[in-house]
Structures are given as C-alpha cells and as structure tokens.
C-alpha cells in the first residue's frame, strides 16, 4: 500500500501575498520570501515543493528558490487589482432620449424608444450612448 504525505497550508502563511511576489515570474529566494510572508523558511521550502510537484511553480533546491510558472501567473490578481472594487451589473429600463448616470458612467438612451439594457461598469467607462 502507497503512503500519501500530506501538506497543510499553516495558518500563518499568507497565500495571496506569496502569490503576489512570485507573480513577476522571476526566481525569489526563501529567504526573501519568509521575511515578506512572515513564515518560516522551512515551512516555505515544504509548501514550495509541493506546488512544484504541481507544476505550478519551479523550485530550485539547491540555491532555496523559487519562481511561478508563466501559465499560472495571470492566475493571480495584481495588488492593485485586489485594491479596486468590483464592477456594477444592472438591468435598466431607458426611457427614449433619456439619460442615466451609474458610477460616474453616463448611459444615454439617443433613440425614441424605450430600451432594456443590461450593463457591467467599472472605472474605466465613463459614458455609454445608444442609437438605434
């Protein structure tokens, strides 16, 4: 019978903030990683490996390092990203030659007929108009 060894993330590894680091794609030391997660470098060491044998990151044991794979990378927010807030989804009923306002995004209704719109907002748009 096989023996499984089993991994357990500790609960003092900040998983997002490990991924944030590795997500540059280039190779970080253990060393820098435990003074930036504030975890134990064996702990590190174990939880890397692990994900290596994953194919999710590549470790180098002989110089304690470790980098993300590329195909996993986008896999992971930016801290920015963490940072913004989600986008708005509405359904709206637009009356004809109407306008609304959501989030600082102007939805402008230009023909004569009332129109059901459904909409995701975020940051980036700031006016949305509609002719038919």
Known sequence: MRSHRHYTCEPNLDVEKFFAFLKDETWHSVAELSEQTE???DKLVEYSQFLAGKGIVKYDDQNQRVKIEPEW????????????PR?????LII???TSVVIQSTRISNLSRIELEV????DKRIREVAINL
């Open 39 to 41: 975890t134990e470098a």
């Open 73 to 84: 990378s986008h896999m992971f927010p930016d801290e920015t990203e963490l940072a913004e």
């Open 87 to 91: 986008s708005t989804v509405a359904n």
């Open 95 to 97: 009356p004809g030659k």
């Open 118 to 121: 459904t909409v995701r907002i």
